[in-house]
């Protein structure tokens, strides 16, 4: 689903998971760059500059190569003194400017995607500045934080805090604290080859969560290592579970970046970031877009249907794709949205028919439905919002003989469209709908449409 215009398309089933709270984000140095600090690469330059060196000529060749963590390990060994200086000077430039506008948007909306029903965050981050700890300040929250390699086993629902896969910065920097920082291409050895507490944590958590990287970059170092591990797990027989990556293309290139990330076995979740201003605002926006429907739980979805449901889906297009949005919401199976779409007065158009009858949902997406799905993958099925499985409940049994109704029931989202339906019933449109889809003469009881007919509860007959 498009949560904000311009924006990357969601996959539904992330937002199923996510509201099931299986899903935990996984924060890289994207998300900082709205408060100034650099990714990796720049990084790198940055400490270059504080230190007044220049790359020598392997340094420049792996600088050359994007190889950044292996750059820092070279120059760590070529300068007198090198780890503590380098480290020395990554606390001093790596400091983010709070006062910026929306320097700290992107934290709070990740703050409060990661937050449970039990009010428990659950977020990772190889970022080493402490945006996240200023925030929950600020805001009053508290949560648990585990920096390396004191790490926690994220096995099981009691797992919560803000994790610091790569260290985090200390208030007052300290040279045993800044040695524990994994930053040069010898530290990642030893997270992730060597000691593996690194690897160990990844591994446990892609086995037993969804994952969904935001503020990555396809060719960043950190991601490779991570990447590697899990291969490495794969090969030995262990299962993961599905990961999703918010990932950036440039114009022309979004094929190429789709295929680079589903090589690493990562749904990527695409948006275009301008040639012109290099501006990854589509991220920002769709992850404040998200937060705030989260946090306002179904009223969130409800708003939806009001701000959308009385325009004409033939005005929705793939950059504001709102029928999209409206969709997601009247699935809800809470009913909720469904009735608010069916209380609006004047009624929404008889158009939204069309995209309500659109077989847009897949073996996937039984389960918001409440239909228990088959373990065996039925890439065939596909159903619509208003034609779709029933779960066993609401199911006509099966019987040797034929019973007077075989039609199963209907779940609260599918009576409050039947109510919607009811504006209409003078509407040779409808009609027309109806008898090009099988619809059969009346029944006593039931109308043209096939919509139970209950004086003074669903038929505007009393």
Known sequence: MQLVKDGPDVPDDLLEHHEDGSVVFFCGAGISYPAGLPGFGELVNNIYKDLHATPDLIESQALDRSQYDATLDLLEHRLPGGREAVRGALARVLKPNLRRAGATDTHKALLTLARNDRDEVRIVTTNFDRIFESVMRDRALAAPNFQAPFLPVPKNSKWHGIV??????????????????????????????????????????????????????????????????????????????????????????????????????????????????????????????????????????????????????????????????????????????????????????????????????????????????????????????????????????????????????????????????????????LILWVAARGGSRPRQGRCAADIPCVPGRFCRRS
């Open 164 to 429: 610091y896969l790569h260290g985090l910065l200390p208030k007052v920097p300290t040279t045993k604290e800044l040695n524990r920082l994994v930053v040069s291409s010898g530290d990642f050895g030893l997270a992730y080859l060597t000691e593996r507490w690194a690897s160990r944590f990844v591994s446990e958590l892609f086995r037993n969560y969804i994952v969904c990287f935001v503020g990555y970059s396809i060719g960043d170092p950190v991601l490779r290592y991570m990447m590697d591990a899990l291969a490495a797990d794969r090969m030995l027989g262990e299962s993961t579970l599905p990961a999703y990556a918010f990932a950036q293309f440039e114009t022309g290139h979004r094929d190429e970046t789709d295929s680079e990330w589903r090589a690493k076995r990562v749904i990527p979740i695409l948006y275009e970031i301008p040639a012109t201003t290099r501006s990854h605002m589509a991220l920002h926006r769709t992850l404040k877009e998200w937060a705030d429907t989260h946090r306002d739980g179904v009223y969130g979805k409800e708003q939806i249907i009001v701000r959308h449901a009385m325009t004409k889906p033939a005005a929705s297009t793939r950059q504001d794709d709102f029928v999209g949005r409206v969709i997601w919401a009247l699935s809800d199976k809470r009913g909720l949205p469904a009735k608010r779409f069916a209380d609006l007065d004047p009624p929404p158009s008889l158009d939204w028919l069309t995209p309500m009858f659109e077989q847009r949902f897949r073996h996937s997406d039984l389960v918001r439905f409440r239909v228990t799905p088959n373990e065996i993958l039925d890439e065939k099925l596909r159903f619509s919002l208003i034609y779709r499985p029933t779960p066993y409940s609401l199911s006509a049994w099966m019987s040797l003989t034929r019973l007077a109704s075989a039609a199963g029931g209907w779940d609260d989202v599918m009576m409050h469209l039947a109510r919607w339906l009811m504006n209409y019933l003078d509407d040779d449109a």
